[in-house]
């Protein structure tokens, strides 16, 4: 199953608004990402609540329906 | 939500993460990794030199499930280092190019 790009980063964006999202399609077949994320919302916090900050972002969809999202994260400097 | 029943499940997973050093929650095996990123979590690993078990959540439905609530994270491979949920893939590649998966391997063999 397929997610578009611009699918992903409104739902980042829309749970942080600051967000500096890009993202680059792996495999050129919509299924494949790679997502980094810069957002002053992550201030403070450890890579794994950065990393669950996006994911509860995107729903129940990683894991399911986007399987193959590697992700980075980091704060705005 | 914010009350969470401690299942059978719960409880076997502990068991696993507190009874190893280093435990990885993956797809397949060592040897014969099923996913890509579980894939690049044991050539990490590898390249760590640590020793470390393999959970196959392919073998066990109810880990397979259960991990993902365990550490509020929803995706697998998953890294425990001393009882502690360390990360998915990406964040074990992140820690080893900062070289800090590396400082946790060699804080374990001395306490060890």
């Given at each position: 199953?397929?997610?578009p790009?611009?699918?992903?980063?409104?739902?980042?964006?829309?749970?942080?608004?600051?967000?500096?999202?890009?993202?680059?399609?792996?495999?050129?077949?919509?299924?494949?990402?790679?997502?980094?994320?810069?957002?002053?919302?992550?201030?403070?916090?450890s890579?794994?609540?950065q990393?669950q900050?996006v994911?509860?972002?995107?729903?129940?969809?990683?894991?399911g329906?986007?399987?193959?999202?590697?992700?980075?994260t980091?704060v705005?400097? | 939500?914010?009350?969470?029943s401690?299942?059978?499940t719960?409880?076997?997973?502990?068991e696993?993460?507190?009874?190893?050093?280093?435990?990885?929650?993956?797809?397949g095996t060592?040897?014969?990794p099923?996913?890509?990123f579980s894939?690049?979590?044991?050539?990490?690993?590898?390249?760590?030199g640590?020793?470390y078990a393999?959970?196959d959540v392919?073998?066990?439905?109810?880990i397979?499930?259960?991990?993902?609530?365990?550490?509020?994270?929803?995706?697998?491979?998953?890294?425990?280092?001393?009882?502690?949920?360390?990360?998915?893939?990406?964040?074990?590649?992140?820690?080893?190019e900062?070289?800090?998966?590396?400082?946790?391997?060699?804080?374990?063999?001395?306490?060890?």
């Open positions: 199953m397929a997610m790009a611009n699918e992903i980063e409104a739902l980042i964006r829309t749970a942080l608004p600051g967000a500096e999202v890009t993202i680059t399609d792996l495999a050129g077949d919509g299924d494949h990402y790679a997502a980094h994320v810069v957002a002053p919302e992550f201030a403070g916090k890579r794994i609540a990393h900050m994911y509860r972002a995107l729903g129940g969809r990683m894991g329906e986007l399987h193959a999202l590697q992700l980075t980091a705005p400097t | 939500m914010s009350e969470h401690h299942s059978a719960d409880t076997r997973i502990a696993i993460v507190n009874g190893n050093q280093v435990v990885l929650f993956m797809k060592p040897l014969f099923q996913c890509g894939s690049r979590a044991i050539a990490i690993l590898e390249h760590l640590v020793e393999s959970v392919l073998q066990d439905m109810e397979r499930q259960g991990i993902k609530s365990f550490s509020d994270w929803p995706t697998i491979p998953q890294l425990y280092i001393g009882g502690e949920f360390v990360g998915g893939s990406d964040i074990m590649m992140e820690m080893f900062a070289g800090e998966l590396q400082q946790m391997v060699e804080g374990l063999k001395q306490a060890g």
